[in-house]
C-alpha cells in the first residue's frame, strides 16, 4: 500500500513565477491536508480538502495561494508570483473517511532565488 | 500563550535511558492527541494517538495524557541513538474538524 505521495520533491522559482505542488493520498484515503514548515520553525496547517471541496482555509495566505483537489487525480497547492518567503518545506497528509490520524507525504522542498 | 507548546531541547540522554518529552495545550475542548517523530530534512512520522486520559503503550513508547491538566507526554524506554530526533505533539485544537496544530518540537539526543 503506497503511502502519501507529493511531487516534486524539491522545486526551484524564481521570484513572480508560480509553484504547482501535488499531492496524491494514500489509497483508500479521502482528505487531503496541506502543511508548511518554514526554516527553523514548526508546521503550520494550511488547508484541509475533501474530493471537490475545500473543508478549512484558515491557515492558507489570503493573497496568491490556492489548493484543489479535483474529482480525478491529485490535489494541487499554487501559489502564484513566490517571493523569497515562500521557500519552506509544504507537506502533504492524507486521512480515511472517519478517522483523525493523518499520515504526511515526504514534503516538496520549494526555494526561491 | 502558544495553543500547543514543547520545550525545544536538546533533551540528551544516555542510550538505554529513558526519553520524557512534555506539550501542553491551550484548548479544553481538544480530543485528539498525537506525536510525530521528523528526522532532519525528512517528513514527520506518526508515533501514537491517544485519546483518552491515561496511559497507552506501543512498544518502547508510552503516551500519558492528562486533559484536565491540559498536557500530554511521550515516553521513550531504552532509547537507541536511531531514535535521535525531533519530536512533534499536534493537537486537534478546539476539536473541530480535522486541522491539527503543532507544538515547535522537542529535538532528542541520544548518546551511546
Avoid at chain 1, 62 to 87: H, M, N, W, Y
Wanted: aromatic share 10%.
Amino acid at each position: 500500500n503506497a503511502g502519501v505521495m507529493q511531487n516534486p520533491r524539491h522545486l526551484v522559482r524564481r521570484r513572480g513565477q508560480e509553484a504547482r505542488l501535488r499531492c496524491s493520498p494514500m489509497k483508500g484515503h479521502s482528505h487531503v491536508y496541506w502543511y508548511r514548515q518554514l526554516p527553523e520553525e514548526g508546521l503550520k496547517f494550511m488547508v484541509y480538502l475533501q474530493k471537490e471541496n475545500i473543508i478549512d482555509e484558515s491557515g492558507m495566505p489570503k493573497e496568491r495561494f490556492s489548493a484543489e483537489f479535483p474529482k480525478e487525480g491529485p490535489s494541487i497547492l499554487r501559489i502564484q508570483q513566490v517571493v523569497r518567503g515562500d521557500s519552506a518545506a509544504y507537506f502533504c497528509a492524507s486521512s480515511p473517511m472517519g478517522r483523525e490520524t493523518q499520515y504526511f507525504g515526504p514534503g516538496t522542498r520549494l526555494l526561491v532565488l | 500563550q502558544k495553543e500547543v507548546e514543547q520545550n525545544s531541547g536538546p533533551l540528551s540522554v544516555p542510550e538505554g535511558a529513558i526519553a520524557s518529552l512534555n506539550c501542553t495545550y491551550s484548548d479544553r475542548v481538544s480530543q485528539s492527541f498525537f506525536w510525530y517523530r521528523q528526522y532532519s530534512g525528512k517528513s514527520p512520522e506518526l508515533i501514537m494517538s491517544i485519546y483518552s486520559n491515561g496511559d497507552k503503550e506501543d512498544g518502547r513508547f508510552t503516551a500519558q495524557l492528562n486533559k484536565a491538566s491540559q498536557y500530554v507526554s511521550l515516553l521513550i524506554r531504552d532509547s537507541q541513538p536511531s531514535d535521535s530526533a525531533t519530536y512533534l505533539c499536534a493537537v486537534n485544537i478546539g476539536g473541530a474538524g480535522n486541522k491539527l496544530t503543532f507544538g515547535g518540537g522537542t529535538r532528542v539526543l541520544v548518546k551511546p
